[in-house]
């Protein structure tokens, strides 16, 4: 442990100082296209964080994006990056369309339910052939998931004008019963007196996000599977020496990522839209990997990391309104932070681990022991 | 169908084919030298708008082209960089590269030319015109008139824009200057045993990057081609995910110039006919064309699986070489 930095440093450092670089290189692109980066932010904070509006959406894209952020995650644990998300993501809206538009559901909890286990199970599908082709074939699972995203893209648009189309010009699904609406946090929060904006599309669906983390916190470090997968994605041959079966492991890991990622569509199909829309996902699958990234692929970072992403994403809807800034910069700024956290790690780590050992205190040092005193001895 | 109309799905499959074959060999030789590279796409897409950029304001398809290979290379150099200096993750360099593109293009494009993302269309001298080879019919009712040898020389082999030729002799230059050259075989050698190069005194640092600068003029030169020959002008998302079936093609050509030229005219292929017919009557069932769409990834994905013959990547690929000391 003496040649390496304090664990604090690494989880809050790391990504804070890749962060400040991702928000002064898109200050520098503000700048370069004639606006005022600083007017920017104030626009931002004002935009996402200034009413119970601007919190609504915030909150609603940060729901999207913990479910999307901790699929990510939970596949890093077994070193698995799975890009699949954003087909994942698009499945689990079909399986939701599904159940919401074929079988009448009396109330809101009993289609939440309902909506929850058959995203969650198509998403899981969707992650499954390429788990498998990973364990059992030694199909390179970024390449297979990447695939998997297109051809979920080709199904859904082939679902949205041939089987599902509701009548119109539109490739949509007709609108789910109006008993299937969740309650969004104006409904939730006039129960005990709180006034919010009715007009955001934030829902029920964000306790269920919240609990999500909190059960996967549980699962990745209370449990002998999550101890399983930690193994497996440190050392695949020390995991396989100590009788744990890799085939489970990435099935397993890959099936609760893809169940999670599913589970995103009940909050955009079920709780916003109300019915499926082509490209739903929103490219929210691929920011979960910046989520991740971000949060060190710790649930409660991942949380975090969603909160943040929530408010870019709000922030630069407004941007698109009111300045002549494209909302495509958000996708620049999860660029920077995926760079930053993720592929230009080492660049942030190298130089800080060197500061943290220059300025070491001297009792670090191993003590001396027998030998050296008697050298000291010696001189 | 007739011949003609044969003919007219063939030319159209080998212009789409053009941009993913040349994609396709960038990633040839950066995976060969063991640096995957997902970032096809975002390269192209660079390349794509900055080369119809260019071309716009200035009227010159050929400042297009070094506008188009000059920023490929500027993310070429960030993936090297990630990738080889600082031995990051190639993967998520990549996929950071590619959303760095889809973002970047737009927001620059908006401020430059205020058209909602999109560079203004490009007229004669910013484009690649067809060349017509010697003696071949330029006006489609004379071709419709002619013999099926005329019709195949002038439809299908005359009249593309010089990208397309170019394409078609990378193939042998690639197949060549990896399996005949010097150079050739210490850049396989980097992407199998990195530390066999590095023992004979080889520079493994140098050959990488070599490589993913060779991959950055491609993807440059594929991602401008797209824009001003395939294309009047850029935009948003035009790539459409070109990058990533060239990759797809890369595997099912089980990283060979020559099985690429193969992969890539079928994946043309298929976005050719899927462009021309919508869906398909086969008379039994009707194919809709999103199982087109679907196809090259399809495909993919059985190759990967290995149920037709196995493709196996580079062995170092990936990997970031640690010297060890």
Redesign the interface.
Known sequence: MTDRMPAWADAILVPLISLILAAIFSAI?IAA??ENPLEALELMIEGALGSTYGWGYTLYYATNFMFTGLAVAIAFHARM?N?GGEGQVLVGGLGVAIILLYLPLPHWTVALVAAMLMAAAFGAAWAA??AY?QAK????I???T???N??AA??L??ALV?PLKAPGQEPATPRFADSTHLPTLHDVFSVIGIDWSSAAPANVTLFVAVAACIGLWALIWRTRLGYEIRAFGSSEPAARYAGINPTRIIMVSMLISGGLAGCMAINNVQGEAERLVLNAAEGAG?IG?AVA?MGRSHPFGVFLAALLFGFLYQGGAELALWM???R?????????V??FT??????IR?PLERIFLTFRRRPDVPKPDRKSTSAEAAE | MDFLTTLQVLDSSLRQATPLLIACLAGLFSERAGIFD?GLEGKMLVAAFLSAAVAAVTGSVWLGLLAGIGASLVFSA?HG???IT????????G??????A???T???A??WF?QG?RTPQLMAGGRFEPIILPGALTSSSDIAQAGPLMQLYSELISGHGLPVYVALALVPLTWWALFRTRFGLRLRAVGEAPEAVDTAGISVVGLRFAAVVIAGVLCGIAGAYLATGLQAGFTKDMTA?RG?IA??AL?FAKWRPWYALGACLLFGFLQAVAIRFQNIDLGVVEV?V??M??LP??L??VI???FVGRAI?PRAGGEPYVKER
């Open positions: 692109v296209i004639g990056f890009i052939i390429p082709l074939r030694g199909s390179h970024v390449i297979t990447i695939m998997f297109f051809i080709a199904l648009n082939w041939g691929f990997i990234l002549n800034i494209q495509e910069l958000i996708v620049v700024i999860q660029a920077l995926i760079l993720g592929a230009l790690d080492n660049m190298m | 997902i960030i960089l990630a990738s600082f031995r990051g993750n190639q993967l998520i360099s996929v950071a590269l590619n959303f760095l889809a973002g970047l737009v927001v620059i908006q401020s205020a993302g995910g990533y990759l797809a595997i809709p999103q199982v769409d679907a990834y399809i993919t994905v990967l699986a290995g990547p």
